[in-house]
T-cell receptor, first 115, second 117 residues
Framework: AQSVTQLGSHVSVSEGALVLLRCNYS??????LFWYVQYPNQGLQLLLK??????LVKGINGFEAEFKKSETSFHLTKPSAHMSDAAEYFC?????????????FGTGTRLKVLA | GAGVSQSPRYKVAKRGQDVALRCDPI?????LFWYQQALGQGPEFLTY????????KSGLPSDRFFAERPEGSVSTLKIQRTQQEDSAVYLC???????????????FGPGTRLLVL
């Protein structure tokens, strides 16, 4: 079964510093990859996704992620953190072999931005 | 509406009660998913509908959980004889596609927070 690992359940960065949130997946067949953000008491909002094509994907709010097949990774980055980036971030993969295209989520990383 | 809506937003139930959670997907979306998010965890898949057909219910934790989408739009997740371990946020998502290379995005609702006492 596929799995998603997000290293670091909590990450703290200073405002203006680089944000790096890590995501690794287990599938031998590259799945479709997603990053979602969740603000308190809200649903999940898509930041970006990788399906095919260019491995560097740009998303909303200045975030980007790079798919690296050799490392089975899809890390999320942002050059300069803003206070409004404080939230929980989830990496997800789709499960094509099942035909359902359900998502398998990591356990999340809570990002704290320090003033 | 513009997005996925869910009701109620909060539900408190006594152990043993039945509950029904409603999801209104984005109009015209073919696919509908239910996920369960326990405290401090990522969402976990429960079940999937394509129109009115329930094509995958492999994530439903027990036969106390039942979902339906009779007309291919609104969906209801029902939990019978609730237990304390059922306490979680239940998320609904909808998608315009049925999968494949297009891999249309799943759009999530705000969730229903269920607390079983």
């Amino acid at each position: 079964a596929q799995s998603v690992t997000q290293l670091g359940s909590h990450v703290s960065v200073s405002e203006g510093a680089l944000v790096l949130l890590r995501c690794n997946y287990s599938s031998s067949v590259p799945p479709y990859l997603f990053w979602y953000v969740q603000y308190p008491n809200q649903g999940l909002q898509l930041l970006l996704k990788y399906t095919t094509g260019a491995t560097l994907v740009k998303g909303i709010n200045g975030f980007e992620a790079e798919f690296k097949k050799s490392e089975t990774s899809f890390h999320l980055t942002k050059p300069s953190a803003h206070m409004s980036d404080a939230a929980e971030y989830f990496c997800a993969v789709s499960d094509p072999p099942s035909g359902t295209y359900k998502y398998i989520f990591g356990t999340g990383t809570r990002l704290k931005v320090l003033a | 509406g513009a997005g996925v809506s869910q009701s109620p937003r909060y539900k408190v139930a006594k152990r043993g009660q039945d509950v029904a959670l409603r999801c209104d997907p984005i109009s015209g979306h073919v696919s509908l998913f239910w996920y369960q998010q326990a405290l401090g965890q990522g969402p976990e898949f429960l079940t999937y509908f394509q129109n009115e057909a329930q094509l995958d219910k492999s994530g439903l934790p027990s036969d106390r959980f039942f979902a339906e989408r009779p007309e291919g739009s609104v969906s209801t997740l029902k939990i019978q004889r609730t237990q304390q371990e059922d306490s979680a946020v239940y998320l609904c998502a909808s998608s315009a596609s049925t999968g494949g290379a297009q891999q249309e995005t799943q759009y999530f609702g705000p969730g229903t927070r269920l607390l079983v006492l």
